[in-house]
């Protein structure tokens, strides 16, 4: 009988990471959680006891530490944005502390070989350089990208105007799939605890649907109305800009996902993408509806 593998899980505080965590803990794997604020509750973990470890992926001298201290040999990473060395250092403190394997979260953005993405397109190459530097470091045998679509968690954005009765949107017809986090999770903790010989796994969510529908629909669950204006582009991005969202990542978002919707549907590998939760997971996606079920007291906080 194999041997449960220990698993350090980065980002365990947000929705993917802790997510991966609970999978790969119900798989039966090892798991330790890597936060920076180990006083901090993680709510979606709060019936399970898993050890914290302290740790940030932007200082490789706590990632080494973390891994020397758990003897993890499998983790879960996420790219972090504002550096340009694809998170070398910490990628090497990884692999110095005898890390064999790592499942990164990076981008469905990402299409085609990493090391030909243009530093134009902003989101996309930062995870590609995250990739290109796992394969350096690690070989491609030995990481797994994880390439999700449009979150549903994306629609915070818009909680404010949701709350007021007043969303505004440069292009309400834009289409996304609405992929659920948790679902990401799943996938992410199921290959954690069991690999997997895929290199590349692209996942999107359970259906196509606008941005306006979306709204209609978080608008029947809470029990309110809501208006839908259609703005220009340069209002939309001050916007984001007001509700802190990075200039270059504020720029990216409207040129490309709210006026270019819909290219994840045209995507090399879309079709692959769509069966990869149930593959994975057994389990059919989280559509969008249920989603915001779940996560309704978000919209009132």
Sequence with gaps: MATAP??????????VGSAAALQAHQESAKVFLAVRNIAKPIPNLDNISLEKIQADLTKPETVK???NETGAKVVFIYAVFGTDDGMRPSLLALKEAGVESVVLLSSFTVEGNPREVSPTDFIAWHHAQVEIALEDIFGVENFTAIRPAYFASNIFQHKRGIRKGLVELPNPEAQFDW???????????TI?????AQHIVGLVGAEKMALKDAVAVISGSLGT?????KIGADQALQNLLRIGTPPPVASWMIHNVMQNAGASFRATGFEEAVGNIQKYTGKHP???????????KKFQE
């Design 6 to 15: 220990r698993v350090l899980v980065f980002g365990a505080a947000g929705d």
């Design 65 to 67: 530490a973390a891994v």
């Design 179 to 189: 992929i659920s986090p948790s679902d990401i999770g799943r996938v992410c903790g």
């Design 192 to 196: 954690l605890a069991h690999g997997t």
């Design 225 to 229: 109305q809501v208006e839908i204006h």
């Design 286 to 296: 989280v559509k969008f509806q249920h989603w915001v079920e779940e996560n309704k």
